[in-house]
């Protein structure tokens, strides 16, 4: 049976985040809300990054995260966004293992783009279906065999990891989340909340 209980959401950012990546699915589950009593939200999330230091997003914006990796409170959802930031992410071990162990300790961790390749590097993936953003899908399966490289989905579902493609489909994604965790009816008003031509 499906909950309604309020789960909290960490979004990882970092310098050269792709925008859409983060901020699609950050709206989605800021915007999901009981369709009951008084429309409480189901969902808070905020922004976590390596240091309390505003993160440079692709193309210029930037965002001033709620919490660093060390200050991060318990979550029940993970979120790893892409972008050209994933690159020197990728050798930054101690982000890899705060992302190990945080996905041992929540519900779901879901990434968009090419965070994919940062869930890969901290073994994730491994024997798992996943995907990323169409022109990473070659680099993604030849950097990490052991992951079954999905092509062609807008996202793959494979338990408690769900990946994403690139971009406006992390926005499919936090639908489908939606969906998962509170029902069709829910992700529905979510998607019409926001404007989105829901993906069903």
């Known amino acids: 049976m499906l909950e309604s209980r309020k789960r909290t959401v960490a979004i990882l950012v970092f310098d050269d985040v792709e925008l859409l990546d983060f901020a699609g699915p950050f709206e989605v589950f800021s915007s999901a809300r009981n369709l009951t009593g ?18 440079h997003c692709r193309n210029g914006l930037v965002v001033l995260p709620a919490h660093t990796l060390e200050s991060c409170p318990p979550i029940d959802l993970l979120i790893v966004p892409g972008g050209a930031g994933v690159g020197p992410a990728l050798e930054r071990s101690s982000l890899i ?3 190990r162990a945080r ?3 929540v519900e779901l961790t879901v990434s968009v783009c090419t965070g994919s390749f940062l869930l890969a590097q901290a073994g994730l993936l491994a024997g798992r279906q996943a995907t990323t953003h169409w022109e990473s899908i070659g680099d993604l399966r030849e950097r990490y065999p052991e992951v079954q490289v999905v092509e062609d989905q807008r996202w793959v579902d494979s338990g408690e990891i769900v990946t994403a493609a690139g971009v406006s ?8 989340v939606v969906r998962r965790l509170y ?3 829910v992700a529905r008003a979510t998607a019409l909340g926001i404007e989105y031509d829901y993906w069903e």
Do not use: K, N, Y
């Not at 008084?38 to 993160?55: G, I, N, S, W, Y």
């Open 38 to 55: 008084d429309h409480e939200r189901l969902m808070e999330v905020f922004a976590v990054a390596e240091t309390a230091v505003p993160v």
């Open 97 to 99: 293992d705060w992302l």
């Open 103 to 105: 996905a041992q300790e």
């Open 169 to 176: 489909a992390g926005i499919d994604v936090a639908l489908h």
């Open 183 to 185: 029902g069709a009816d």
